[in-house]
């Protein structure tokens, strides 16, 4: 590798940069909401929301402040009992956990497969008395078995709730991520697939009663038309210039995960040929990855991502140290062989629109250089 090409520089993502390719709409949305005054709870929210449900094949949509909230409301309307079991995945981001804990709940844990999501086989060996639910987490673009899982949910009458946070636009047979369940949980956060400028987060469901209820405990408990107070409530409502934001962004989702399967297709074409390393191209029928995040297991581990962040490739490593191993959290590791694996050679490549071609044949030419190739 030439000095030059050595002091390169490849982001994970650059925000900045994608801003720059919307910026005239961006801007109108901001100066829009801005000269309504329009800060809170207003038109843009609920045209979002339409849209959003929309996408996602929903008759409801409800923007919250955050995924996490949106997956802890989800399981608190469903928890009838403290004893109340969840099952979760054990290779996942620990807001599906804790949501669960916050929520009412006792998570139990499931480990998963090599395309990172729950590992069907195991689900009913974890089931018990109190098993209530199942939180179905969709990770990097790729949904869970969905169609399986609400198979064992129906036999063992349990609900299910969609970690869908990674995965906005996914599909299996053409149904969306997030219409499976009884609800989907979406996260916003700025690094997403479709990200705002700051947190928020949404839930989609068919079920009005639900959808009611969580516009209700989004804002203090209060039913906004009448003034009524129905429950002790919370404030983690989505505010209106996010919404504004992320319906400018919407419009463009579907333009920009051709896009991302673009550049997927280019690091299989030019990284498939490397043993050591076990890249996400899964051949399930009816499957749709939209590659939130290119996300291959490296036998190096550490040495390999290392090596990309020292030749200016900037990389993800979720999640070194498993959920479950951090004390503060209280949980039982009962043995996850697959999940230990995945976290000991996890890495994620950048994976963005924004990321122009020169920079991904970058990544490539280092990912080759730490082979020898």
């Given at each position: ?194 990200g705002g400028y700051g947190d928020g987060g949404g839930i989609t469901t068919d079920d009005a009663e639900f959808a009611a209820w969580a516009r209700r405990l989004r804002y203090n408990g209060e039913d906004r038309d ?148």
């Amino acid at each position: 590798m030439t000095e030059k090409t050595a002091t390169q520089k490849v982001k994970f993502v650059s925000p900045a940069k994608l801003y720059q390719t919307i910026k005239t709409e961006i801007d109108a949305a901001y100066f829009d909401v801005m000269n309504k005054g329009a800060l809170i709870n207003q038109q843009h929210l609920r045209d979002f929301e339409a849209n959003l449900a929309k996408f996602v094949g929903t008759k409801y949509a409800v923007g919250v402040n955050s995924g996490y909230d949106a997956l802890m409301l989800s399981v608190k309307y469903k928890i009838k009992s403290p004893d109340d079991e969840v099952i979760v995945p054990a290779h996942t981001f620990v807001a599906s956990c804790s949501a669960i804990v916050n929520g009412g709940g006792k998570p139990v844990l499931v480990d998963v497969t090599k395309d990172f999501n729950i590992d069907c086989d195991k689900i009913e060996a974890a089931i018990t008395p109190k098993t209530r639910g199942i939180m179905a987490v969709h990770l990097s673009g790729w949904m869970a078995d969905m169609p399986r899982i609400l198979e064992i949910a129906k036999k063992h009458n349990l609900w299910v709730i969609e970690d869908a946070c990674q995965s906005l636009g996914s599909s299996i047979n053409g149904k969306g991520a997030g219409s499976w369940g009884f609800s989907g949980c979406w996260s916003f956060y700025p690094f997403k697939i479709l990200g705002g400028y700051g947190d928020g987060g949404g839930i989609t469901t068919d079920d009005a009663e639900f959808a009611a209820w969580a516009r209700r405990l989004r804002y203090n408990g209060e039913d906004r038309d009448t003034g009524e107070y129905h429950a002790h409530g919370m404030t983690c409502l989505l505010d209106n210039m996010q919404a504004a934001f992320l319906d400018v962004k919407l419009r463009h989702l579907p333009a920009w995960i051709v896009r991302r399967k673009k550049i997927a297709a280019r690091y299989k074409e030019a990284l498939g040929d490397l043993p050591n390393l076990t890249l996400p191209h899964y051949a399930t029928p009816g499957f749709d990855h939209i590659y939130q995040n290119y996300t291959l297991l490296a036998k190096e581990g550490d040495k390999f991502s290392n090596w990309m962040k020292e030749h200016g490739v900037e990389v993800l490593t979720q999640f070194r140290k498993p959920y479950y191993k951090h004390a503060g959290l209280g949980l039982k590791d009962t043995g996850f062989p697959v999940t230990e694996t995945i976290s000991r050679e996890v890495c994620s490549l950048p994976m963005c629109v924004e990321i122009a071609d020169e920079e991904v044949e970058y990544v490539i030419q280092t990912v080759r250089a730490f082979y020898g190739k």
